[in-house]
């Protein structure tokens, strides 16, 4: 992700059109060329590649060939090739060959540099690829004269384009990309892609101002995160080496810092906000302190190779706590980078659930608008939009009808990522009498920086419905049936499952269980699943 600029994408967008504006009737760009703007474009990719083979001592072909890489590597190295050209960049035959090299491997080299790159989707036919293996295939005999083998190239790319046109079609979008590649190696090139793509959108939303605004004017968060560190500076900050992960503007870093922190690594994976924080920190004079490190925390080279770290600090929680799948990246740096003894903060994470009544349904607005009665639309939204779709809302504390339950706690010091990414847990929800149906479950969290290694004094960041609102609200599932009023004696008994979205690794998938009995087998008699991505 680092170093992407996004302003490179509207100046190909701009040059880049259908026919090209050089001086062949083609849409054909060769590779060593920086823009279409002014060049020649070819009719063919196979034309396009030979002219760089030729003109330009740029024989992709042979890279590919000795290389024996695949169609998504070939896809890779054309993506990068134009980057590279693009910014000026020497990219030579025989540095890829040898492998010193070797930049265009990484997975950001899926999605194409250029819009609308006529020459991936005809790579596969080009470069002689066999759909199959996604090897290179032996170029065709050379003729003597370049028009010959520009002909067999094309008649080889005719028939290539054939077979692969779905795969091609599906190169303008990673969603149906997956659905249409089949060998297992495709698949995992094409989940990988899809994966790209997340972050991109993931981190692009993080680039603006106004998402940092709004988690900076949330007073729970800012006051949890500020006296946490301050009040217990001597354990979370003096004399220590502080890694703050997504340091957004680098407010929880300068925090460490005013609290006396020796250094501080504050890194994002999004160019745009750590060039931000850089800013951020000169113009606080903590530059001393403090240093601002654009890049992914798990990508290598973003951190200096034996760093290490007494205290990680990071605000990472999603909505429903995991939404984003951030932690993951939390994790991730504590296994690298903490040294033994040292502290995750927050330390230990929360997640709470409690039944709520029918005005958490929000047929309530629909009921009066003016005097007239909307419920039409109330339920029909109701049975559109909330039902299997978590929905974040503000829930009043007033909707809660049903004791509160524990869903799930995490020691954030010990956690595994797998222990995250899916888990089960029963609990029971109790009314008082006369608190009426229960409609929907509302699901929120707290995180703590518990007195283990707070020693001076405990906080809590806690996000329920009682409490003062932050920007994470509270996730409300809407059950597809309400559930009758307890009696005094009874419980909704509830399994709840919670799963890393199997088609959107930062969304969540959450299974409800639940009934006021449970057959002899332990199954539950309803269930219902929601989605949050
Ligand atoms: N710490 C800041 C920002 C929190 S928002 C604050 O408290 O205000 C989370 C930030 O983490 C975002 O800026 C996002 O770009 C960054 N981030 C998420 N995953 C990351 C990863 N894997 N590597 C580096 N930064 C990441």
């Given at each position: 992700m680092e170093g992407e600029d996004d302003s490179r994408w509207s100046d190909w967008e701009e040059s880049d059109g259908e026919g090209g504006q050089g001086s062949g009737a083609g849409r054909f760009l060769p590779l060593c060329v920086p823009s279409t703007s002014g060049a020649e474009l070819f009719k063919t990719a196979a034309e396009a590649l030979a002219h760089d083979a030729s003109n330009n001592n740029f024989d992709v072909r042979r890279i590919v060939k000795e290389l024996r890489v695949g169609f998504y590597d070939c896809m890779k190295l054309v993506n990068y090739v134009r980057e590279s050209v693009a910014a000026g960049v020497l990219v030579t035959e025989a540095s890829l060959v040898d492998g010193t090299d070797k930049a265009w491997m990484d997975d950001k080299y899926l999605i194409p540099f250029m819009e609308n790159d006529s020459l991936l989707f005809e790579l596969d036919g080009a470069l002689g690829l066999d759909a199959e293996s996604g090897d290179a295939e032996d170029p065709p005999a050379q003729s003597d004269s370049e028009s010959t083998r520009v002909r067999a190239l094309e008649e080889e790319n005719e028939a290539l384009r054939r077979a692969v046109q779905e795969l091609r079609e599906s190169l303008k979008v990673a969603g149906t990309f997956i659905d249409q590649a089949d060998a297992p190696a495709d698949r995992e090139s094409a989940s990988r892609l899809k994966n790209v793509r997340i972050d991109k959108n993931y981190f692009d939303s993080y680039a603006g101002f106004g998402i940092h605004r709004e988690m900076l004017s949330d007073r729970p968060r800012m006051v949890a995160y500020r006296s946490a560190i301050?009040?217990?500076?001597?354990?979370?900050?003096?004399?220590?080496?502080v890694l703050d992960v997504g340091c957004g503007t680098g407010i929880l870093s300068m925090i460490a810092a005013r609290a006396g922190a020796r250094a501080v690594c504050a890194v994002d994976g999004s160019p745009a906000i750590a060039e931000a924080a850089r800013a951020i920190v000169e113009e606080n004079s903590l530059g001393s302190v403090v240093q601002v490190r654009g890049g992914l925390i798990e990508k290598e080279g973003t951190i200096p190779e034996g760093y290490k770290c007494d205290v990680?600090?990071?605000?990472?929680?999603g909505?429903?706590?995991?939404?984003?799948?951030?932690?993951?990246s939390v994790l991730h740096a504590r296994d690298k980078y903490l040294r033994p003894g040292g502290c995750v903060m927050p330390d230990v994470a929360r997640i709470h659930v409690a039944g709520c009544g029918e005005a958490s349904v929000?047929?309530?607005?629909?009921?009066?608008?003016?005097?007239?009665?909307?419920?039409?639309?109330?339920?029909?939204?109701?049975?559109?939009?909330?039902?299997?779709?978590?929905?974040?809302?503000d829930v009043s504390g007033a909707w809660v009808n049903t004791s509160d339950a524990v869903v799930t706690e995490f020691d954030l010091c010990k956690v595994t990522a797998d222990e995250v990414r899916s888990f089960s847990s029963e609990f029971e929800l109790t009314q008082a009498t006369g608190q009426g149906k229960i409609?929907?479950?509302?699901?929120?969290?707290?995180?703590?920086?518990?007195?283990?290694?707070c020693k001076t004094e405990e906080v809590v960041l806690t996000t329920g419905p009682r409490e003062d609102k932050t920007h994470w609200a509270q996730t409300l599932l809407v059950l597809p049936e309400p559930v009758s009023a307890l009696d005094r004696e009874e419980a909704l008994l509830c399994r709840m499952t919670f799963q890393q979205h199997s088609e959107d690794y930062r969304g969540l998938q959450i299974v409800l269980e639940y009934g006021t009995s449970r057959a002899k087998d332990g199954t539950y008699p309803h269930a219902a699943q929601f989605e949050l991505v």
């Open positions: 301050e009040l217990n500076a001597s354990d979370l900050a003096r004399g220590k080496d990680i600090i990071s605000e990472w929680m909505y429903c706590l995991l939404y984003e799948s951030m932690l993951f929000g047929s309530g607005f629909w009921d009066d608008v003016e005097g007239f009665s909307m419920r039409t639309v109330g339920k029909k939204l109701l049975e559109r939009e909330l039902r299997s779709q978590a929905h974040v809302v409609h929907a479950l509302v699901v929120w969290f707290d995180t703590l920086f518990s007195a283990r290694h």
